[in-house]
């Protein structure tokens, strides 16, 4: 699961525009946990979201980017904090705390953004801010198994040959 055991958690099967989960759970400080063993590919530790200029690349606030040896990309944003130790390169394993639940970025209330992709190879946001639905994959992992999105994310590579491309020519992309 992405949060820590006996903390009650809710989540929709849709999000405004685009294939992710708002998970909310016990409010803020509420500590998220690695759903997956995997490495650590981005730590953005500072919020560097302004409603001023609302820049998309910065809308998940506090976020981390963890590479599953699944090969998919799990991405967690709107974090209060993020554990201190946790360095880009480090190893983690389902269950590791991964930092608290926050509203960091252009977010409204506590909540964790998580979203499933595949790694692309430069700076980009909306392929990260995610292409498939998670829902399914809660579920699962709620019920205690350990059901991987790897086929699904496959399937939408195939289906998107140049989804990594083009997020990564979009003006925003370096602000990643």
Known sequence: MLIAPGVDIGYSREHHDYPATDVFAGGCATTVISPVNGTLLEIRREDQWNAADDNPATRGGRSITLGGDDGVRYYFAHFESIE??????????????????????????????????????GLEWSVRRGVIWPWPYLDAWRRGEQLSPAAEIQRWVADHPNGCAEAMADPNAADS
């Open 84 to 121: 201190p130790a946790l360095e880009v390169g480090n190893r983690v394993r389902i269950r590791d705390p991964l930092g608290q639940i926050g509203m960091t970025g252009r977010a409204g209330a506590c909540h964790l953004h998580f979203a499933l992709s595949p790694p692309c190879p």
